[in-house]
C-alpha cells in the first residue's frame, strides 16, 4: 500500500499561482500512476490531470489544459501540481490519487475507479 499526503492548498487570487505538492511513503513510488483529482462543493469528484510511472506521460482535462502542469519526482516520492492563472471556478478540495499494479511505464488513467489509493485532500480557494 501507499499512503498519500497533500500540501500547498490555500487562498489565491484569480490570475495567481499555487503548487500543491503529494508526498508518498509505502511501497515504491515509480510503480504508481499518480493523478490529481478535485471536488467542488456540491459537485462530483473529477479529474485534472495524471502523469505516468516515469514521468515522460501526462493528460489533463480540458479546463486546465495550459495553466496547470503535473510532475513527479521519484527519487522524492512526491508529485506536484503546479497551478497557474488560477480562476474562481478552480476553487475545490484537491485530491492525490495512485494507481497501481500498471506494467505501461508510460500510461495515464483519467478514469477515477483506476485509482486505488487517495489522499486527505487539501483545500484550494480561489477569488476574483
Known amino acids: 500500500q501507499v499512503q498519500l499526503v497533500e500540501s500547498g492548498g490555500g487562498l489565491a487570487q484569480a490570475g495567481g499561482s499555487l503548487r500543491l505538492s503529494c508526498a508518498a511513503s509505502?511501497?515504491?513510488?515509480?510503480?504508481?500512476?499518480m493523478g490529481w483529482f478535485r471536488q467542488a462543493q456540491g459537485k462530483e469528484r473529477e479529474f485534472v490531470a495524471a502523469?505516468?510511472?516515469?514521468?515522460?506521460?501526462?493528460s489533463y482535462t480540458d479546463s486546465v489544459q495550459g495553466r496547470i502542469t503535473i510532475s513527479r519526482d521519484n527519487a522524492k516520492n512526491t508529485v506536484y501540481l503546479q497551478m497557474n492563472s488560477l480562476k474562481p471556478e478552480d476553487t475545490a478540495i484537491y485530491y492525490c490519487?495512485?494507481?497501481?499494479?500498471?506494467?505501461?511505464?508510460?500510461?495515464?488513467?483519467?478514469?477515477?475507479?483506476?485509482?486505488?489509493?487517495w489522499g486527505q485532500g487539501t483545500q484550494v480557494s480561489v477569488s476574483s
Open positions: 490519487a495512485a494507481a497501481d499494479n500498471i506494467r505501461d511505464v508510460y500510461y495515464t488513467t483519467t478514469r477515477l475507479n483506476e485509482y486505488a489509493y
Open positions: 509505502g511501497r515504491t513510488f515509480s510503480r504508481y500512476v
Open positions: 502523469i505516468s510511472r516515469t514521468g515522460t506521460d501526462t
